[in-house]
């Protein structure tokens, strides 16, 4: 059992940047593949960022398309914390931002772009960008 618990949504204006976090506690952070989705008003829950640590390559990262270039997902291992850096944000990105944790498969990151494959959730932080 993986608990999860997001922070660092607030309000800010367009083309600032935001940081959220997501602290993981029950398991250690190693083992999961993190991922950040997002809710905007209306919309479907939409994938944002994964990030899994293999072994031999070490932390393998895929970003949304759409969000390349913007956002990055990190992790500290140490802290079982994954981060979600947003980079000159604009009044699109206002939603509901979600942490998710999936176990470690034999797929690489690119398989975890979906909602269903994951199987924690954490509550969301609001990330409203005013323009």
């Known amino acids: 059992q993986v608990q999860l618990v997001e922070s660092g949504g607030t309000l800010v204006q367009a083309g600032y940047s935001l940081r959220l976090s997501c602290a993981a506690s029950g398991r250690t952070i190693s083992n999961y593949v993190l991922g950040w989705f997002r809710q905007a008003p209306g919309k479907e829950r939409a994938f944002v960022a994964a990030?899994?640590?293999?072994?031999?390559?070490?932390?393998?990262?895929v970003v949304a398309d759409y969000l390349k270039g913007r956002f990055a997902i990190s992790r500290d291992s140490a802290k079982n914390t994954v981060y979600l850096e947003m980079n000159n944000l604009k009044p699109e990105d206002t939603a509901v931002y979600y942490c998710?944790?999936?176990?470690?498969?034999?797929?690489?990151?690119?398989?975890?772009?979906?909602?269903?494959?994951?199987?924690?959730w954490g509550q969301g932080t609001q990330v409203t960008v005013s323009s």
């Open positions: 990030i899994a640590w293999v072994p031999w390559s070490g932390n393998n990262t």
């Open positions: 998710a944790a999936a176990a470690v498969s034999r797929y690489g990151v690119n398989y975890y772009v979906t909602e269903d494959k994951y199987h924690y």
